[in-house]
Protein backbone atom coordinates (compact mmCIF):
# COMPACT_ATOMS: atom_id res chain seq x y z
CA UNK A 1 0.00 0.00 0.00
CA UNK A 2 1.37 3.34 -0.93
CA UNK A 3 1.90 6.55 0.85
CA UNK A 4 -0.66 6.10 3.48
CA UNK A 5 0.04 5.86 6.94
CA UNK A 6 -0.92 2.25 8.42
CA UNK A 7 -2.17 3.78 11.68
CA UNK A 8 -4.40 5.91 9.59
CA UNK A 9 -6.47 3.21 7.99
CA UNK A 10 -9.69 2.03 9.66
CA UNK A 11 -7.97 -1.57 10.16
CA UNK A 12 -4.86 -0.43 11.80
CA UNK A 13 -5.53 -2.56 15.24
CA UNK A 14 -3.91 -5.37 14.99
CA UNK A 15 -0.95 -4.31 12.95
CA UNK A 16 1.92 -5.93 14.91
CA UNK A 17 4.70 -4.13 12.93
CA UNK A 18 5.51 -2.20 9.63
CA UNK A 19 8.00 -0.61 7.44
CA UNK A 20 8.46 1.96 5.38
CA UNK A 21 9.86 1.46 1.56
CA UNK A 22 10.73 3.60 -1.38
CA UNK A 23 7.86 5.67 -3.23
CA UNK A 24 6.09 5.93 -0.12
CA UNK A 25 5.18 1.74 -0.08
CA UNK A 26 4.12 0.69 3.55
CA UNK A 27 3.92 -2.98 4.69
CA UNK A 28 1.95 -3.92 7.92
CA UNK A 29 2.13 -7.26 9.57
CA UNK A 30 -0.98 -9.16 10.78
CA UNK A 31 -0.22 -11.57 13.41
CA UNK A 32 -2.64 -14.52 13.47
CA UNK A 33 -5.19 -15.54 11.04
CA UNK A 34 -7.25 -12.33 9.87
CA UNK A 35 -5.85 -12.66 6.48
CA UNK A 36 -7.07 -16.35 5.84
CA UNK A 37 -11.05 -15.61 6.30
CA UNK A 38 -11.01 -11.31 5.25
CA UNK A 39 -8.62 -11.32 3.10
CA UNK A 40 -10.16 -9.88 0.40
CA UNK A 41 -12.27 -7.49 2.30
CA UNK A 42 -9.42 -6.30 4.05
CA UNK A 43 -7.34 -5.37 0.33
CA UNK A 44 -10.86 -3.65 -0.92
CA UNK A 45 -11.11 -1.84 1.98
CA UNK A 46 -7.14 -1.03 1.59
CA UNK A 47 -7.45 -0.05 -1.77
CA UNK A 48 -10.59 2.25 -1.13
CA UNK A 49 -9.27 4.23 1.67
CA UNK A 50 -5.83 4.83 0.11
CA UNK A 51 -6.65 5.19 -3.81
CA UNK A 52 -4.17 3.33 -4.47
CA UNK A 53 -2.85 -0.58 -5.51
CA UNK A 54 -3.24 -2.92 -2.39
CA UNK A 55 -1.43 -6.48 -1.85
CA UNK A 56 -1.78 -8.57 0.85
CA UNK A 57 0.02 -12.19 1.69
CA UNK A 58 -0.97 -14.76 4.04
CA UNK A 59 1.67 -17.02 5.28
CA UNK A 60 0.52 -20.82 6.50
CA UNK A 61 2.99 -21.97 8.60
CA UNK A 62 6.05 -20.58 6.81
CA UNK A 63 5.23 -23.02 4.18
CA UNK A 64 3.20 -20.97 1.35
CA UNK A 65 1.96 -17.40 0.93
CA UNK A 66 -1.62 -16.68 -0.59
CA UNK A 67 -0.76 -13.41 -2.16
CA UNK A 68 -4.07 -11.16 -3.30
CA UNK A 69 -3.84 -8.04 -5.28
CA UNK A 70 -6.29 -5.08 -6.17
CA UNK A 71 -6.26 -2.27 -8.01
CA UNK A 72 -8.58 -0.22 -10.54
CA UNK A 73 -7.51 -1.80 -13.97
CA UNK A 74 -5.77 -5.09 -12.97
CA UNK A 75 -8.40 -5.70 -10.80
CA UNK A 76 -8.89 -8.78 -7.99
CA UNK A 77 -5.74 -11.72 -8.69
CA UNK A 78 -4.72 -14.10 -6.62
CA UNK A 79 -2.05 -16.46 -7.01
CA UNK A 80 0.40 -18.88 -4.53
CA UNK A 81 3.76 -18.82 -3.55
CA UNK A 82 5.37 -22.36 -2.66
CA UNK A 83 2.11 -23.74 -5.06
CA UNK A 84 2.75 -27.22 -3.96
CA UNK A 85 2.79 -26.69 -0.64
CA UNK A 86 -0.18 -24.12 -0.92
CA UNK A 87 -2.12 -26.80 -2.75
CA UNK A 88 -1.90 -29.59 -0.50
CA UNK A 89 -3.16 -27.18 1.93
CA UNK A 90 -6.54 -26.76 0.11
CA UNK A 91 -6.53 -30.59 -0.77
CA UNK A 92 -10.44 -30.75 1.74
CA UNK A 93 -11.15 -27.65 -0.57
CA UNK A 94 -13.85 -28.36 -2.54
CA UNK A 95 -12.50 -26.29 -5.86
CA UNK A 96 -10.09 -26.86 -8.60
CA UNK A 97 -7.16 -25.59 -7.33
CA UNK A 98 -5.97 -24.95 -10.78
CA UNK A 99 -8.48 -22.81 -12.27
CA UNK A 100 -8.62 -20.93 -8.68
CA UNK A 101 -4.95 -20.12 -8.82
CA UNK A 102 -2.66 -19.24 -12.20
CA UNK A 103 0.28 -20.99 -12.71
CA UNK A 104 3.75 -19.93 -12.71
CA UNK A 105 4.00 -17.83 -15.78
CA UNK A 106 0.02 -16.53 -15.51
CA UNK A 107 0.74 -15.16 -11.98
CA UNK A 108 4.00 -13.74 -12.30
CA UNK A 109 1.78 -11.54 -15.91
CA UNK A 110 -0.63 -10.95 -13.48
CA UNK A 111 1.49 -9.29 -10.57
CA UNK A 112 3.92 -7.51 -13.47
CA UNK A 113 0.50 -5.67 -14.37
CA UNK A 114 -0.39 -5.08 -11.19
CA UNK A 115 3.00 -3.59 -10.27
CA UNK A 116 3.30 -1.27 -13.80
CA UNK A 117 -0.55 0.22 -12.74
CA UNK A 118 1.32 1.28 -9.18
CA UNK A 119 4.34 2.70 -10.82
CA UNK A 120 6.48 0.52 -10.31
CA UNK A 121 9.20 -1.28 -11.96
CA UNK A 122 8.51 -5.01 -11.83
CA UNK A 123 11.15 -7.83 -13.15
CA UNK A 124 9.28 -10.20 -15.30
CA UNK A 125 11.75 -12.66 -15.04
CA UNK A 126 12.24 -12.33 -11.29
CA UNK A 127 8.43 -12.52 -10.96
CA UNK A 128 8.67 -15.93 -12.69
CA UNK A 129 11.54 -17.43 -10.80
CA UNK A 130 9.36 -16.08 -7.34
CA UNK A 131 6.09 -17.79 -8.56
CA UNK A 132 8.01 -21.11 -9.46
CA UNK A 133 9.98 -21.89 -6.16
CA UNK A 134 8.85 -24.93 -4.59
CA UNK A 135 10.13 -25.89 -1.37
CA UNK A 136 11.24 -22.65 0.16
CA UNK A 137 12.44 -22.69 3.65
CA UNK A 138 10.58 -19.71 5.00
CA UNK A 139 7.60 -18.70 2.33
CA UNK A 140 8.26 -15.63 4.13
CA UNK A 141 11.38 -14.75 2.63
CA UNK A 142 9.67 -15.39 -0.48
CA UNK A 143 7.29 -12.98 -0.23
CA UNK A 144 9.90 -10.44 0.67
CA UNK A 145 11.56 -11.46 -2.36
CA UNK A 146 7.93 -11.20 -4.27
CA UNK A 147 8.03 -7.41 -3.14
CA UNK A 148 11.68 -6.52 -4.16
CA UNK A 149 10.26 -7.97 -7.79
CA UNK A 150 7.30 -6.19 -7.89
CA UNK A 151 9.54 -2.96 -7.56
CA UNK A 152 8.58 -2.59 -3.58
CA UNK A 153 12.11 -2.46 -2.54
CA UNK A 154 13.71 -1.51 0.41
CA UNK A 155 15.98 1.18 1.09
CA UNK A 156 19.73 0.88 -0.13
Do not use: N, Q
Amino acid sequence: MRGWPLTEIERHDGIAAHEHRPGGWRIGRYPGPELADDGPALLAELAEETGAPALTGFVLDSDAVFVEGLSARAGHWRARLVREAAEAYCEDDDEDFDAEFPRPEAAARTAAAWAKEAGLAPDPSGLLEVFAVEGAAFAEELFFRLLCELGIRPED
